[in-house]
């Protein structure tokens, strides 16, 4: 859910250690978003103990504590997420400019993943794939289909709205 959010610019998996109601714990994340920092903490897993006098505690930031009673509702786009990001992050450095503007312009309208690869043809369908999947993760895209159904080539994709950014 973090590397697929548009208003989130960086994070960093286990940071350092901060304090969790008294308790010295690790940070799940850290991430910049919306011009601010946070902490987040997954609440899935039990935690061992810490040495208190070996923690260096990192300087406090909001925290948000995520459940996974809280992931459940997100299961199908945390899913579709797990599927698309291997395609942004091997083939990202290969999407021109050009080809990114040239696909989000002709999806003025719900369409589905087969017609656009088709539509792109002679571009290499994994690249164009590859470059509406970016597309949608830096909010240019969205699909009304991917946090309800499986990613597939019938998942349609349309040019996003300002309300559409925001998940």
Not at 138 to 167: I, K, M
Request: overall charge negative; glycine content about 2%; proline content about 7%.
């Amino acid at each position: 859910m973090i590397e697929s959010h548009a208003a989130i610019l960086t994070f960093c998996e286990y940071p350092g250690f901060i304090l969790v109601g008294q308790k010295p714990r690790i940070a799940d994340f850290v991430l910049h978003k919306d011009g601010k920092d946070e902490f987040v903490v997954l609440n899935t897993a039990a935690l061992g103990a810490i040495d208190e006098s070996a923690c260096e505690i990192l300087d406090p930031l909001p925290l948000t504590v995520v459940t996974a009673e809280a992931l459940k509702p997100h299961r199908q786009w945390i899913d579709n997420w797990l599927r698309m990001l291997p395609y942004v992050t091997s083939n990202e450095r290969f999407l021109a400019d050009a080809l990114l503007d040239r696909i989000e312009h002709h999806l003025a309208s719900p369409t589905p993943l087969y017609a656009i690869e088709r539509d792109a043809l002679p571009h290499d369908p994994i690249l164009t794939r590859s470059a509406v999947f970016e597309l949608t993760r830096r909010g240019r895209l969205a699909s009304p289909d991917l946090r309800t159904d499986a990613l597939c080539t019938h998942t349609r994709f349309v040019q996003a709205t300002t309300s559409e950014v925001t998940p």
